[in-house]
């Protein structure tokens, strides 16, 4: 069973940084999808970033130019770069990867649990 483990959260204020690390175990090999997601009190869930195996990347319009994704394959480790945060950056903060490798779309099969980023102003 894949499990994704996220870190990296906190409380900062408004034009502050933060890198989120997603941690996945029970695979072997790094050609799989990544992306991280995020769910605001009382609003659903929105995509925020992904990388593919072939490492194209891409964002939300509402994080391009602050926050970037990147892979350490040898870590099986996704991590997301926030600078410039803002107060509506604050949620919970979800990785999620595929159940089976090279696949560039199409819904998630494995969740974090997140990890909860507050930015005051």
């Known amino acids: 069973q894949v499990q994704l483990v996220e870190s990296g959260g906190g409380l900062v204020q408004a034009g502050a940084s933060l890198r989120l690390s997603c941690a996945a175990s029970?695979?072997?090999?790094?050609?799989?999808?990544m992306g991280w997601f995020r769910q605001a009190p009382g609003k659903e869930r929105e995509f925020v970033a992904a990388?593919?195996?072939?490492?194209?990347?891409s964002y939300a319009d509402s994080v391009k130019g602050r926050f970037t994704i990147s892979n350490d394959y040898a870590k099986n480790t996704v991590y997301l770069q926030m600078n410039s945060l803002k107060p509506e950056d604050t949620a919970v903060y979800y990785c999620?990867?595929?159940?089976?490798?090279?696949?560039?779309?199409?819904?998630?099969?494995?969740w974090g649990q997140g990890t909860q980023v507050t930015v005051s102003s």
């Open positions: 999620a990867t595929d159940r089976f490798p090279r696949r560039l779309a199409g819904a998630y099969d494995y």
């Open positions: 990388i593919t195996w072939i490492s194209t990347t």
């Open positions: 029970g695979r072997t090999g790094s050609d799989y999808r």
